[in-house]
């Protein structure tokens, strides 16, 4: 049997990781800034998180949702206190597509209506209503597709007070990344998102903080939406939340009433998972991640932008994008193959930096000046082509 080809592979075999470092099958050491799609938020194979699993997986690693399972209310209230939305209620289940599936389709039972805002350059999952809440035409099937979701250019206030005015009846809910990952790293205006928490607010919908990448303290706070001061309605969570044990969750304010049924999943809750996430947490808060995400990044965001090749740097934390020019189009490729780095990307040229929450200073500076290498060395590579093509 082949495996179903769908992903446009790097040939690089990774066989340890520890940190902000993996090591390939030949033992090469690569510094890890994509931290696997913004996965790995407190490092690679953490001490305490490794520990927490193999306690648990001694234990017991499932049982499904018909049983108590008093870790999902440890999970709840480490939840609650490090992202200061302790009136709030959990409901886990295993990605961030399940993450936004439940929450706009928790939007629709609540309010009764159907219609959903989201916006230019939108990622919210590869899932029926998610992907059709997702702006890219080339992974939606015509089977998910419907009239039911209103793409409106990201940032623009006219537009969106418009659209209410327009549908606001009919709007279930708005869905937006606080920071778009997979759209090239564009930070939401505070003064939209308050917006969006006024037109809700008028409108019975629900406003939904997508929070699958840019959450969980990447940001330099907890939910990258509360740089404008504003609570949703339902936060999506994902990634960073299990360091790559898969797991997500959606936190519900408390005007949301539950019924039984309404939401479900077998593996969601299950112990495993639980253990996982509540280590993650547990060093959040032990190792102040969410201060040094902050710190750290504001470090690596003044450094970036005084490299004068780089344009339009920009991002918060951890959570980092900047524009290629044509002459440095290979720079990605460049810093892995012959630097050893990983990062992420965006088309058409952007390069993402999502590395663990725990990156050292040592390695943001091994970083800076390898960035700066390549640069150098990519201009001198494109200098002596222009003089061959003379010759
Ligand atoms: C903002 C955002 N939402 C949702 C998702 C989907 O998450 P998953 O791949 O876990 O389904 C992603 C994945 O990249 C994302 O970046």
Redesign the pocket.
Known sequence: MVLFDVYPLNNITVTKAQGSYVWDENGVQYLDMYGG??VISIGHTHPHWVKRIEEQLEQIAFYSNSINIPIQQELANKLGKLSGKEEYQLFLC???????ENALKLASFHNGKKKIVAFNK??????SL?VAATDNKNIVAPVNETDNVIFLPFNDEKALKQCFRDFGDEISSVII?GI???GGINIANESFLKLIRVLCDEHNAVYIA?????GYGRSGLFFSHDYAGVDADIY?M??GMGNGF?V?GILIAPHIKPKHGMLGTTFGGNHLACAAALAVLEVIEEEKLIDVAKQRGQYLLNRLKAIEDLENVRGRGLMIGFDVPEHLKDLKKKLLFDFNIFTGEAKPNVIRLLPALTITRKQVDEFLETVKEAIEELKAESKMLKAEVVQ
């Open positions: 799609h913004a295993n990605s961030g597509a399940e993450a936004n939108s990622f919210h999952g590869r899932t998610a990344e778009q990952g997979v997508d929070s699958v990448q840019c999506t994902a990634k898969p997500g």
